[in-house]
């Protein structure tokens, strides 16, 4: 089964900074990795789709990049809305870990 | 506009039963793979089961296998999940999640979520 590692699991950062968080498969998953954004108490939200397909009306400051088995998610600038945890979830085959542990970005 | 609204959460004792249902709205129901997904108090995302969109396929999490059954009626537009054999563990928030495209597209994120329905085990 194809299992998804997340990094880190807690990201500390200012309004205004880039961060990025970090996403790895188990196996070679092409580009079918998804990324969702949850805030407490919420569902979560997919960000993007296809590893860098960005989902219709989520700000441009937010991008993905990766192919095979690492992924990230870069923010750039961020602003108070963006702290909540982010998810990774690779679609590539059934496999009943799909999505990763998830990363908190929390204020500095 | 896409509605997914979950239903039937509550408190259950342990070793107990309890379903829930996910009214589905806003798109063509029987083209699309529908999944639950639940969230302990404090807890990362877990899958737990999905189900194809003719009802024919399904999977479960080695955790909930040979407990939970999902399920749908695609004239009633709903989903559900047939909960038995309850345990503490199971306390969570469950969530029916529509994947990104139908089922021949290979869009298989989640693209819309309900709102979540809680479930609580405990004596």
């Known amino acids: 089964d194809i299992q998804m590692t997340q990094s880190p699991s807690t990201l500390s950062a200012s309004i205004g900074d880039s961060v990025t968080i970090t996403c790895r498969a188990s196996q070679t998953i092409s580009n079918w990795l998804a990324w969702y954004q949850q805030k407490p108490g919420k569902a979560p939200k997919l960000l993007i789709y296809k590893a860098s397909s960005l989902v219709s009306g989520v700000p441009s400051r937010f991008s993905g990049s990766g192919f095979g088995t690492e992924f990230t998610l870069a923010i750039s600038g961020l602003e108070p809305e963006d702290f909540a945890t982010y998810y990774c979830q690779q679609y590539n085959s059934y496999s009943p870990y799909p999505l990763g542990q998830g990363t908190k970005l929390e204020i500095k | 506009q896409v509605q997914l609204v979950e239903s039937g959460g509550g408190l259950v004792k342990p070793g107990g039963s309890l379903r829930l249902s996910c009214a589905a709205s806003?798109?063509?129901?029987?083209?699309?793979?529908m999944s639950w997904i639940r969230q302990a108090p404090g807890k990362r995302l877990e899958w737990v089961s999905y189900?194809?969109?003719?009802?024919?396929?399904?999977s479960y999490a080695d955790s909930v296998k040979g407990r939970f059954t999902i399920s749908r009626d695609n004239t009633k537009n709903s989903l559900y999940l047939q909960m038995n054999s309850l345990r503490p563990e199971d306390t969570a928030v469950y969530y029916c999640a529509r994947e990104g495209g139908p089922y021949y597209s290979g869009e298989k994120y989640f693209l819309h979520w309900g709102q979540g329905t809680p479930v609580t085990v405990s004596s």
């Open positions: 806003g798109f063509t129901f029987n083209d699309y793979y």
């Open positions: 189900i194809s969109h003719l009802g024919s396929t399904m």
